[in-house]
Each structure stands twice: as C-alpha cells, then as structure tokens.
Nanobody
C-alpha cells in the first residue's frame, strides 16, 4: 500500500508564500513522476506542476510557472511545491500525485493520489 500525505496548506493573504510538501510512505516505489494538481470549488481538477527523474526535469502550468516551483527529494520520496506571490484564484485543494512510470499533465497519468491540502488565499 502506497500513501501520499500532503502538508503545508493554510490561509494566507494575496502576495504571501506557502510551501507544500508531499511524502510517500508505505510500499517502497521508485516514482518516475511526482506532481501537483489542484481543484477549486465547482471546477475540475487541474494540473499545476510535475517533476520526473528525481527532480531532473520539471514542468509547470502557464498560470503558475512564474510563481510556483516544484522540487523533489529522491532520497525521501518527497515532493515540494513552493508557491510565491499567491493570488485569490490560487485558492483550491492541492493534491499530490505520483506514477512509477509515466508523467504528464492529465489526471489519468498518475496512479497514486494524496487526500489533498487546502490552500486559501484572501484578497
């Protein structure tokens, strides 16, 4: 059994920063890809960023690429999302996702999911 556990969410003001963490535990798996998605109320889950190959390659959505940075600690199977200059439209539940083989920007590219952590940005 593989578990992904997110942490670091919270309530912040516009312009603030937050750092999300996602730690994998349970059955040891070498994930090729670990990434982040988010889902705002009434909206579909959308891609935020992903990293492959122990952090050697990263890709982020256009809406966040100038403000968010994804990184990864391969030794601990932990992925981070540094979010700077947060905006109210970044308010969502942020989900960690992982896949042993594939990577991509669509939800079906990922096999394992965390329970999510709430990020709320007030104006």
């Amino acid at each position: 059994q593989v578990q992904l556990v997110e942490s670091g969410g919270g309530l912040v003001q516009a312009g603030d920063s937050l750092r999300l963490s996602c730690a994998a535990s349970g059955r040891t798996i070498n994930f090729n890809a670990m990434g982040w998605f988010r889902q705002a109320p009434g909206k579909q889950r959308e891609f935020v960023a992903t990293t492959t190959g122990n952090g050697g390659s990263t890709y982020a959505a256009d809406s966040v690429k100038d403000r968010f940075t994804i990184s990864r600690d391969g030794a601990t199977n932990t992925v981070y999302l540094q979010m700077n200059r947060l905006k109210p439209e970044d308010t969502a539940v942020y989900y960690c996702a992982a896949n042993p083989f594939y990577s991509g920007a669509l939800t079906y590219h990922y096999q394992y999911w965390g329970q999510g952590t709430q990020v709320t940005v007030s104006s």
